[in-house]
């Protein structure tokens, strides 16, 4: 398709007002994703607990991921999606390691899926943030916990205790005293000499991941605030990136952004948007080739 389309943002969308937005959770991510949703669209969101989302996997290891995350959040929706008839539905899934890019850092890595159940279409929206508190250590004594405990800030941040860091026989959550955590820690240590210690990743006892969340819930809005001029549809928003904007001294190309490309979910409409940073040329300190 092409046309002469501007790129329209609204806020409040008409056709959101008043319907219903059902974000699929069992550990509170309405809280952190439902301000900027309901302010920015007018959708009045819900939580969905009646999935156990925890029977995809979970982060304490019991019950192993099977699915990549976006397939995962896709799941949860899938399911959700045989008690709701109208309206939408929201389900994420958070995964942590290694930075994609910087690998020696830690990342945390969220995929959205809003999926609009009557017309059975998606929307999905991931974002990658250091801001995150990852972390785990093998225990041997009481003083290393303490010292672990105090590095993470807990009790705002809670752990999670396991016998061995992966497949524990004994695993014990929501711990909200420096004194259960320690009598724990030394019923682990009796029975099985050492035990692991890690930041819980679970969106009600980790603060990192709860503004992660709401930054999202922010981005999300936004999206589904961006129209279609062509078809009127929400979620118009940047799907592909051009790399190789000019450097102003040799003219090579680098891996600045040149031009952004925007399209449709619903009717496959683009439209590209050239030096989104309002410039045709790059500073040769961003050049590979004039600083290496």
């Keep these: 398709m092409s046309a002469p389309i501007t790129y329209r ?11 219903e937005l059902h ?26 607990t009646e999935i ?18 976006l397939d995962c959040a896709r799941e949860k929706c899938r399911q959700a999606a045989a008690y709701i008839t109208d309206g939408y539905l929201l389900a994420s899934e958070g995964s942590f390691g290694p930075h994609p890019a910087l690998g020696f850092i830690a990342a945390g ?9 009557a017309e059975k279409k998606e929307l999905v929206v991931r974002d990658v943030t250091l801001d995150t508190c ?7 004594d009481e003083a290393t916990c303490i010292a672990f405990l105090e590095s993470i800030a807990f009790p705002e941040q809670k752990v999670i205790l396991k016998s061995t860091q992966q497949q524990p026989q004994q695993v014990y959550k929501d711990l909200t005293s420096v004194s259960t955590v320690v009598e724990k820690v030394k019923e682990l240590l009796q ?6 210690i890690e930041t819980d990743m679970r969106a009600m006892n980790n603060p ?6 709401a930054q ?19 979620g118009f928003a940047v799907t592909l990136v051009e790399r190789g904007l000019p450097c102003s001294w040799c003219g090579s190309a680098t891996d600045s952004v040149q031009s952004e490309v925007l399209s449709c979910v619903n009717c496959g409409f683009e439209q590209e948007h050239l030096f989104p940073a309002g410039k045709q040329q790059e500073d040769p300190q961003f050049c590979n080739q004039c600083n290496p």
Excluded at 9 to 19: D, Q, R, V
Excluded at 23 to 43: C, D, E, F, N, W
Excluded at 208 to 213: E, G, M, P, Y
């Design 134 to 140: 990852f972390r785990g250590e093998k225990i041997t």
């Design 109 to 117: 890595e969220e995929w959205f899926v809003f999926y609009d159940v």
């Design 23 to 48: 974000i699929v959770t069992k550990h509170q991510k309405h809280l952190y994703l439902q301000p900027a949703l309901s302010a920015k669209t007018g959708l009045i969101c819900k939580p969905f």
């Design 208 to 213: 990192a991941r709860q503004r992660h969340l």
């Design 52 to 69: 156990d989302t925890d029977l995809l996997g979970t982060f304490s290891g019991e019950v192993d991921r099977t699915l990549p995350p």
């Design 191 to 196: 029975a099985f000499g050492t035990c692991y």
């Design 216 to 234: 999202l819930g922010e981005m999300l809005a936004s999206r589904l605030c961006s129209i279609c001029s062509y078809c009127g549809w929400y």
């Design 9 to 19: 943002h609204l806020h409040y969308p008409a056709f959101f007002s008043g319907k």
